[in-house]
């Protein structure tokens, strides 16, 4: 008999369909992959070609070298320079495009994968966020931030050096509000006064069975609702709105935590196509009390067809206890 | 200047990207695509492949053979059988996974697609699912029907014989009550009474540069605030919660318009792959003053990555007035 399992954080219904269900094993992305060079002459991401891409807002040196660099997004969604203009004509409400977006290269190197960067790298490439957050939120146009990576075409992404994004909007999400209501109601009314992120995920520690690493500052599980297979969350201990108050202790032991999910990920299912989002409010905001940032990761699995699209429901073919079972032994 | 636009259907606000924004051509799908026979023998829904399927639920008889008929999925994601067990441990909620999952076989033709039918063939498939829409919802275990079609690997169909789904479930699913909750809300403090729907078609009939096609029941439209390229949206005029109540004359402008509009799509961007949703409420509730049945069409051009993800914003390239020009034109 399958199961429809209620995903408290995004207030939805989960098919997981135990009888549809493949192995975790069947998940694996074993199709050809291309051997990629270490340096690609034409990459704009690759060293020496710093001038292909608009000038740097950020980097982080090394031996004389760059590590991690943030750069505008040559091919922004918004555009950086102007004002806000709201128009309301009859039904058509509009706000003028501006917003910032830019791209983190995440190393030097052309072939790489987060998986297989040295946890210091990892690193870098965090405390850039956090620089970019920060830099962006103190934009007073922008309500809101989302950083991402889409690794792989199958994932969105079309350039093949490890690289991120940052965008900022000068709206406020209409699905990250409908969470974050959901989150004061149950402060209020449910958990009487307590964090619905830091209460699940006492749940999720008390059962352990979807653990699948952690350590001071981080737990990394597949939640017992999971929308997909290997569907993952990296939650902070410590409750906090926005990612980018965390110290360097945290950052240090996400950069493990992140580097290890993302390794386990890689060799259990072959180098998968994946996103990851770091949900996370401004730290501006006084909503500090309901919110709980956290990183979100999206192997590309399985596929949003009409069932999803109509309900906004999905249907898990993997039982989340396997699923982070074999993720557990995956390395 | 890109632009950000509010859905007000959705409530949430969508990109619409100009600047990157390509011309309605650039979305073609001229993939290679494969000629399939006009009957294949191993295919379950082929004629004389009958017992190859579940015993039929509904069938539309014509010239002593079948026209539509309607199967239980052999790969149901919910089980027929059993009752709704509800349990609730810790942190855990769960219902056990019972629900309604059918095919419906949309002509016997291996090779055919909804575009180029006759309208009295998509008459009989809209027919059966009246049909099956009215015997789902008359089973007590089944809260919320959707009925919906995949056409194409990209839109995550994994047989070519045409065919749509339907599905009931026994919970109501979160993204649906969001979109109640909006209307309702809509109904009382900003429309003082009038269906959020109601209201938002006749600003576009108003404004009538994104409208595609109408008749006397039907309205197609590429919404103002359309999520991707070539998004479409299909409303009845006359108000109803429920797409299963409309009468005969309703059935036949509705195989009229959709036959039309996908005819359209098929022409003007190669036959791509898309899915469509019935995004209708149960006939016995209450709600039906406040919620519009439609039908929504997503031709699958454009891919969802981390920001959709992360924020459930979108990103359209496309704009929307020309997208519904260019369909106007394409035949």
New interface residues.
């Given amino acids: 008999?399958?199961?429809?399992?209620?995903n408290?954080i995004?207030?939805?219904?989960v098919?997981?369909?135990?009888?549809?269900a493949k192995r975790p094993e069947d998940f694996s992305c074993q199709k050809e992959k291309r051997e990629l060079p270490s340096y690609s002459e034409r990459c704009p991401f690759c060293p020496g070609n710093e001038s292909m891409t608009p000038d740097e807002t950020f980097r982080i040196a090394k031996n004389g070298m760059w590590s991690v660099r943030s750069v505008p997004n040559k091919?922004?969604?918004?555009?950086p320079v102007?004002n806000i203009e709201k128009s309301k004509d009859?039904?058509?409400?509009?706000?003028?495009?501006?917003g910032l977006h830019e791209v983190i290269i995440e190393t030097p190197q052309h072939n790489m994968t987060t998986a297989l960067l040295p946890v210091e790298q990892v690193y870098d490439i965090l405390l850039t966020y956090q620089n970019r957050m920060l830099a962006f939120y103190s934009d007073p146009r922008i309500e809101?931030v989302?950083i991402?990576?889409?690794h792989g075409v199958g994932?969105?992404?079309s350039l093949e050096h490890p690289h991120s994004?940052i965008?900022g909007?000068?709206?406020f999400?209409?699905?990250?509000m409908?969470r974050l209501g959901e989150a004061i109601r149950n402060y209020y009314y449910v958990n009487f006064g307590e964090c619905l992120y830091c209460?699940?995920l006492k749940?999720?520690l008390?059962?352990g069975s979807r653990i699948v690493a952690e350590n001071d500052s981080f737990v990394a599980f597949v939640p017992?609702a999971a929308l997909s297979p290997f569907h993952l969350w990296i939650f902070p201990r410590k409750h906090d709105a926005c990612f980018a108050s965390i110290d360097e202790k945290q950052l240090l032991d996400l950069s493990y935590i992140l580097k290890d999910i993302l390794l386990r990920l890689y060799k259990g299912l072959d180098n998968p196509d994946f996103?990851?989002?770091?949900?996370s409010l401004s730290p501006r905001g006084a909503d500090s009390k309901y919110f709980h940032w956290y990183i979100?990761i999206?192997p590309r699995v399985s596929?949003?067809?009409?069932?999803e699209?109509?309900?906004?429901?999905f249907?898990n073919t993997a039982l989340p206890e396997e699923s982070a079972r074999f993720l557990r032994e995956a390395i």
Same sequence: chains 1, 2.
């Fill in positions: 008999m399958p199961e429809i399992r209620l408290t995004t207030g939805d219904w098919i997981i369909a135990t009888e549809r091919f922004s969604a918004l555009s102007g009859d039904f058509k409400y509009a706000i003028s495009g501006v809101h989302i991402f990576k889409n994932a969105g992404t994004q965008v909007i000068p709206v999400p209409g699905q990250v409908g209460t699940y749940g999720e008390r059962d017992y996103n990851y989002m770091i949900r979100a999206v596929q949003a067809a009409g069932f699209l109509g309900t906004g429901m249907i």
